[in-house]
């Protein structure tokens, strides 16, 4: 079964808007990583957080960690049409030696 | 520089028909290595993964099997191919990032069974 949950499933906004997507997960983590896929391509890793941060910063990228309420968010600030792609979640769980992705937000930014 | 080759990028089989998808890495040595399957529009989800030549972990029972006879070298087959076999095929490789594991994937091999 999928750990993580993104939500929401598909994004639309416009060029230079940011772009929020949350994941939610069930399980005790290790830590959560996001990753990113174009149409038809391998997934890319963009950011790990470890379940003892809070917040991490890459760039444009900002996460946060909520082990409480077990979610994670992703901003991307100033949206660019080059970040049209999908977004997954994927958690590494204690005591598992594989990550578990979601099911990925769809975003489309718009020119 | 470490890399992973996965191959071939499309593939047309019919139903019935035998697979072999196959994963390479380079410049790592006995990297754990994973084989997942995308439907269209969905997640990632896990088939196999393997700490070790010769050691595989099967995540879903089915028509599939993977095998690793070499340490950076990774099988995925089928004797008799199903349309429901149909997919984005992605290899992918652990390494150690600040904080923990982070995968590296393939470009991946769109499957469909006809």
């Known amino acids: 079964s999928q750990q993580g949950e993104e939500d929401p499933q598909a994004l639309s906004i416009q060029e230079g808007e940011n772009a929020t997507m949350n994941c939610s997960y069930k399980t005790s983590i290790n830590n959560l990583q996001w990753y990113r896929q174009n149409s038809g391509r391998g997934l890319v890793h963009l950011i790990l957080i470890r379940s003892n941060e809070r917040e991490k910063h890459s760039g444009r990228l900002r996460v946060t960690l909520d082990t409480s309420k077990k979610s994670s968010s992703l901003l991307i600030t100033a949206s660019r049409a080059a970040d049209t792609a999908s977004y997954f979640c994927?958690?590494?769980?204690?005591?598992?030696?594989?990550?578990?992705f979601g099911q990925g937000t769809r975003l489309t930014i718009n020119p | 520089s470490q890399t992973i080759h996965q191959w071939p990028a499309t593939l047309v089989q019919p139903v019935g028909s035998p697979l072999s998808l196959e994963c390479t890495v380079e410049g790592t040595s006995n990297p754990n290595l994973y084989w997942y399957r995308q439907a269209a529009g969905r997640g990632l989800q896990l088939l196999f993964y393997s700490v070790g030549i010769g050691q595989i972990s099967s995540e879903v029972p089915q028509n599939l099997s993977a095998s690793r006879p070499q340490d950076r070298q990774f099988i995925l087959s089928s004797k008799k191919l199903l349309l429901s076999d149909s997919g984005f095929y992605l290899c992918?490789?652990?390494?150690?990032?600040?904080?923990?594991?982070?995968?590296?994937f393939g470009s991946g091999t769109r499957l469909t069974v006809v």
């Open positions: 994927a958690t590494d769980s204690v005591g598992a030696q594989k990550l578990v």
């Open positions: 992918a490789w652990s390494q150690l990032l600040r904080g923990g594991y982070g995968y590296t």
